[in-house]
């Protein structure tokens, strides 16, 4: 059993059961901001009961009450990836051996896109990657409560230029991607046995691979977690993408029609093809 969310006519993002790819309605549960309203305990009781069969459209299990916010630099890989790409290398050692971590606001509902959408790369970005990374769903009561994949796109050749471009780098039309759907915490994995691995294929050709672990990750869930919340309000809950720790090299960067597949073990599959957003892009309808 895992949770979705569906267009329908009652919201845009109405969460639902998905139990053998059929959708069930929550009793007393409408959206994601709904659920988090709840403690852990209370959620385990409140999914064993599921409404009646529901249809509609799939959308990134988000909903537009809820802030998707990142940690970067969380990994070792990251801390040398970004020295790698960056004129002030400096800058990501610091943080990586900091006891603040970096946290950032990624988006939301309007610029998530749910498994089989596209994602976007800049036009006037030179090299863009996908960060492959898990999230978690964070009740207001600071528990969490879920994971999911996330892929952080990435504007490489922004960033790299100067890290005050961050957000221009990180948050954009089509810069982010969560699903395939919600895993209650306690149906996952733990999370140091959760394995990531990511593939690129443009055509018929695989051109990188990578894999690593949760176990890897240079800080807890629970560090990041208080981090988040301090000096911050989330009544309706957050979701945190917990940073990577697999990045391209330098020689690849996303082209307009790739496939970006990102696996974690105990969670599902998230792939995505990929687009050119221009420099006006129109609202979808």
Not at 180 to 206: D, F, H, Q, V, Y
């Amino acid at each position: 059993m895992q949770l979705a969310a569906l267009r329908t006519s009652r919201h845009s993002h109405q969460l639902v059961i998905l139990d053998d790819d059929k959708h069930y309605e929550i009793p007393g549960i409408l959206s994601l901001a709904d659920l988090h309203q709840h403690r852990a305990v209370d959620i385990k009781e409140i999914l064993s009961n599921r409404g009646e069969l529901i249809s509609g459209v799939p959308v990134a299990p988000i909903s537009p009450e809820i802030e998707l916010w990142g940690a970067g630099v969380t990994y070792l890989r990251s801390r040398d990836a970004r020295k790698e790409e960056s004129g002030v290398p400096d800058v990501y050692q610091r943080v990586y051996e900091a006891d603040r971590p970096e946290l950032f606001y990624k988006g939301g509902a309007l610029r998530t896109k749910s498994t089989n959408e596209n994602i976007g790369i800049r036009f006037d970005s030179s090299a863009s990657v996908p960060e492959p990374e898990v999230a978690i769903y964070i009740n207001k009561f600071q528990e969490i409560v879920g994971y999911t994949i996330c892929n952080d796109v990435t504007a490489r050749s922004i960033e790299g230029e100067n890290p005050l471009y961050l957000s221009q780098a990180k948050i954009y039309v089509g810069s982010t991607a969560l699903g395939p759907a919600i895993t209650p915490s306690w149906l996952a994995p733990a999370p140091e046995l959760m394995e990531i691995s990511a593939k690129i294929t443009r055509g018929s050709n695989e051109i990188w691979s990578a894999q690593t672990s949760l176990a890897a990750l240079n800080r807890t869930l629970e560090d990041l977690v208080s981090y988040l919340f301090r000096c911050q309000l989330f009544p309706n809950g957050v979701i945190l993408s917990t940073g990577t720790g697999i990045i391209p090299p330098l020689d690849i960067s996303l082209e307009a029609g790739d496939l970006v597949e990102i696996t974690v073990s105990g969670i599902g599959t998230l792939q995505n093809s990929v687009e050119v957003i221009p420099a006006n892009p129109q609202v979808s309808q």
